[in-house]
C-alpha cells in the first residue's frame, strides 16, 4: 500500500515545486530582452541627462524607489497623481515637496513607450533608474530581474505614514517597518547607507542642533564643526525648515562608504542615523562597513534586489500603464 501511494504524493510534490519555481521566477533577468531590447539604452541615456542636468538627482530617483516599495510594495503607485476624490502618496506629508523625479521617470516612460508599446511597467522603470543613479553616482551596479506590473491603486495617506520609516523615530522602530517587508536588520544599515548622497531639509534634524529631547540644548553627540556648519544653514527659525543641507557633508554626490566613517566621527545628520551606533549588533555593521568600501558596495546590491522585490505584482496582476500617473 505505501508503494502505491508513494507515486502520486511525489507525483504531488513535484507538481507542488514547479508552481513555486512558476513564482519565484517570474521575475527575470532577461524580461525585456525580446521585447524591449533597447530598453537598457533608453533608461540609461536618461539618467545620465537628469544627473548631469541635477546631481541631486541620483540620490532623489533612489529615494523614490524606497519609498514606493515602503508602501504596499513595489507597484510604482508612489507615481500616481491624486484624483478629485482621493489623495494618495504623492501628497502625503513624507513625500510632498520631498520626493523628486517624477519627471524623470516620466521622459523614460515616453520613450520607452515609442520604443515597446506597453511592455515595460513603471514599477520596473523605478528600480532600474535606482540602480543606474547609483552607478551613475559612483555606486555599484547590481544584476537585477524585471517583470513587476504596476498597481490601480494609490497607498492612503495613513498607510504612507504607518508604512514608511520616519527620521524621528528610534531604531527599534524603524527595524520593525523593515522586518514587516521581509527585509532584516542588516538591510537596515545596509539601506541606510544611501544617505552617503543627497540633502535632509532642515526640519527632519533641525532640533538636534538646538533642542534635543526638549532639553534646549543641541544634542551632546554631534560633531561640534558639524553642529557649527548645520547652524549656519538652519539658524533656528521656521522660515529655514525647508533649507537643504548635504547628509554626507564631504562627498554629498559620491555614493561611496563615507557615510559610514562620518557614524564613527558623530557626524551622522539625522538622528536616526546616529542611532546606529547605538545597537551593539549595528554599530559593528557600521564599522565593517567604513573600512571595506567593497563590502559595502555588494551589500548595498543586495539588499536593493531584496527591496525592490517588496510584494510585487506579476503575471496577469495589476497592469501596464501607459502613463505612469494615472491608472489605465
Known amino acids: 500500500m505505501e508503494k502505491n501511494l508513494s507515486k502520486p504524493f511525489s507525483v504531488f510534490l513535484l507538481w507542488l515545486l514547479s508552481q513555486s519555481v512558476l513564482v519565484c521566477c517570474q521575475l527575470d533577468y532577461k524580461f525585456y530582452d525580446y521585447t524591449c531590447p533597447n530598453l537598457t539604452k533608453i533608461v540609461t541615456y536618461e539618467v545620465w541627462s537628469a544627473i548631469a542636468n541635477d546631481t541631486r538627482m541620483a540620490a532623489s530617483l533612489l529615494r523614490l524607489h524606497f519609498h514606493d516599495c515602503f508602501v504596499n510594495g513595489c507597484d510604482g503607485s508612489l507615481l500616481l497623481d491624486d484624483t478629485s ?185 539625522l538622528q536616526s542615523d546616529q542611532a546606529l551606533l547605538g545597537d551593539n549588533t549595528t554599530a559593528s555593521m557600521v564599522i565593517n562597513y567604513s573600512r571595506f568600501p567593497y563590502l559595502f558596495s555588494r551589500d548595498f546590491g543586495a539588499s536593493m534586489v531584496k527591496m525592490s522585490n517588496i510584494d510585487v505584482l506579476t503575471g496577469q496582476n495589476g497592469e501596464i500603464r501607459k502613463n505612469c500617473r494615472v491608472i489605465n
Open 85 to 269: 476624490t482621493f489623495k494618495g502618496e504623492k501628497t502625503a506629508l513624507p513625500n510632498m515637496n520631498s520626493v523628486r523625479g517624477y519627471e524623470v521617470i516620466d521622459a523614460i516612460k515616453s520613450n520607452v513607450e515609442k520604443a515597446c508599446p506597453s511592455t515595460v511597467s513603471c514599477t520596473d522603470i523605478v528600480a532600474m533608474v535606482s540602480r543606474h543613479a547609483v552607478y551613475l553616482a559612483g555606486g555599484p551596479y547590481w544584476a537585477l530581474p524585471l517583470g513587476r506590473r504596476d498597481g490601480r491603486r494609490a497607498g492612503s495617506v495613513d498607510e504612507v505614514s504607518q508604512q514608511l520609516p520616519s527620521p524621528f523615530e528610534p531604531l527599534d522602530n524603524i527595524t520593525a517597518k523593515f522586518t514587516s517587508k521581509g527585509l532584516n536588520l542588516k538591510d537596515v544599515v545596509v539601506l541606510s547607507g544611501a544617505h552617503t548622497i543627497g540633502f535632509a531639509q532642515c526640519f527632519t534634524f533641525k532640533s538636534r542642533l538646538f533642542n534635543f529631547d526638549g532639553s534646549g540644548n543641541p544634542d551632546p553627540t554631534l560633531d561640534a564643526s558639524l553642529l557649527q556648519n548645520l547652524r549656519s544653514v538652519c539658524p533656528n527659525q521656521a522660515d529655514s525648515d525647508t533649507k537643504l543641507a548635504p547628509l554626507d557633508p564631504i562627498t554629498s554626490t559620491r555614493f561611496d562608504n563615507t557615510y559610514f566613517r562620518n557614524l564613527l566621527n558623530n557626524s551622522g545628520v
